[in-house]
């Protein structure tokens, strides 16, 4: 089903060249002389790149065959992360590559949500926020403040975070997956 230019907005999903991609960013430019036009900046959802991209104002795109699912998060064997559908239990693996940056942030069994592009997974969408524990770090002495400095901690996934000093091994924090920043301890 196409769409017109004049229906583009930041999120909607369009389909370019038989890639998926999502606007994050548009505006509608009426030029002195001329037609008018839309540039856009658009988010590959398979690879994540970004580009610029101009549409004539009589111009369409197709909306791609995209299914979201609430997936779970199972295990890492090698380079590949499996998963499972919680409605079907049927399994598949994604790569290390195809996954980016999130996957420091997967734990066992976490509920997450898969993007399905014609009928195959291409993107994960892990939580903005996580809770995870500290398996690492240099033990917090007395008098360390939350308004004092930090150092380095390594999550129970692998991931390092910077808490503050006061923090110490088996403690539980939430932690931003966008920005990789430590946002509080969890009681």
Do not use: C, W
């Not at 004092?148 to 088996?170: D, F, I, Q, R």
Request: charged share 30%; net charge negative.
């Amino acid at each position: 089903m196409p769409v017109s230019t004049a229906d583009f907005r930041n999120g909607l999903k369009i389909e370019l060249d038989g890639e998926p991609y999502t606007i994050i960013e548009f505006q509608h430019v009426k030029p002195g002389k001329g037609a008018a036009f839309v540039r856009t900046k658009i988010k590959s959802l398979r690879t994540g790149n970004v580009l610029d991209r101009t549409f004539r104002s009589s111009e369409k795109a197709e909306i791609p065959d995209l299914e979201e699912k609430t997936m779970q998060y199972l295990y890492a064997a090698d380079k590949d992360r499996y998963f499972m559908d919680t409605t079907t239990y049927e399994q598949f693996s994604m790569s290390e590559d195809q996954l980016g940056d999130g996957i420091q942030y997967l734990k066992e069994n976490m509920e997450i949500k898969v993007l399905y592009y014609k009928g195959s997974p291409i993107n994960v969408d892990v939580p903005m926020f996580v809770e995870l524990a500290i398996a690492r770090t240099d033990p917090g002495v007395k008098g360390d403040t939350a308004s004092g400095g930090s150092k380095p901690a390594t999550l129970e996934t692998g991931a390092v975070v910077k808490v503050p000093l006061y923090m110490n091994e088996g403690e539980i924090i939430k932690v931003d997956t966008r920005t990789g920043t430590f946002i509080e301890r969890v009681k």
